[in-house]
């Protein structure tokens, strides 16, 4: 089984729409969490970053972790065709040093 | 200030040539991280270096591959008689002392082996 568990998609949606990617984990030591951005042949761009459960806010993009569930998500309001990338969900134990743990990533097509 | 660099961007190695990737960190980060990425997969962990020393390297193959961070210089990935299974993107990471837990990442090499 796999540590983090992402669907691949691939996600179509509309200009404007609201999009919520998701990840689920079974090894509760993880305490960081993370979702990066990589657009075609490019490298991963770090989004967003949170620590344990809670909400975290940033423009568009809102990320949520509940441990409970061993759960997170990751929404993007008033989508828009630059957002059209794959985001993968990492996570960090906070006793293995600096190793993260990816997700497959899930592919977004926000259509004009 | 530049981010992490990785060169080549692109290489091409036949069965059983060497392959050397290499990683410059953004500027005032000492730790780096090597992850492979094969098609349709996601990024896989292989090895995390701070200077002149390997701190973790439970993601690396225990045969033909080996990384290194010299106190002057790039990191380097090294790939010893490279089969077709090692075609794969290589992406580097780097993260300062203080913010261990954000890494950022170069665009990566892509490695072709024929």
């Known amino acids: 089984q796999k540590e983090v568990e992402q669907d691949p998609g691939p996600l179509s949606v509309p200009e404007g729409a609201i999009v919520s990617l998701n990840c689920t984990y079974s090894?509760?030591?993880?305490?960081?969490f993370m979702w990066y951005r990589q657009y075609s042949r490019k490298g991963p761009e770090l989004l967003m970053y949170?620590?344990?459960?809670g909400n975290k806010e940033d423009g568009r993009f809102t990320a949520q972790v509940d441990k409970s569930s061993k759960y997170i998500s990751l929404f993007i309001r008033d989508s828009q065709p630059s957002d059209s990338a794959t985001y993968l969900c990492?996570?960090?134990?906070?006793?293995?040093?600096?190793?993260?743990?990816f997700g497959e990533g899930t592919q977004l097509t926000v259509n004009p | 200030n530049a981010g992490v660099m990785q060169n080549p961007r692109h290489l091409v190695r036949r069965r059983g040539q060497e392959a050397r990737l290499r990683c410059s960190p953004m500027k005032g980060h000492s730790h780096v991280y090597w992850y492979r990425q094969l098609p349709e997969e996601g990024l896989k962990f292989m090895v995390y270096l701070q200077k002149e020393n390997i701190i973790d390297e439970s993601g690396m193959p225990k045969e033909r591959f080996s990384a290194e961070f010299p106190k002057e210089g790039p990191s380097i990935l090294r790939i010893q008689q490279v089969v077709r299974g090692d075609s794969a993107a290589y992406f580097c990471?780097?993260?300062?002392?203080?913010?261990?837990?954000?890494?950022?990442f170069g665009p990566g090499t892509r490695l072709t082996v024929l």
């Open positions: 990471a780097s993260s300062p002392p203080a913010l261990l837990n954000e890494q950022f």
């Open positions: 990492a996570m960090k134990k906070e006793t293995s040093g600096s190793r993260l743990t």
């Open positions: 949170t620590y344990s459960s």
């Open positions: 090894n509760s030591a993880f305490q960081y």
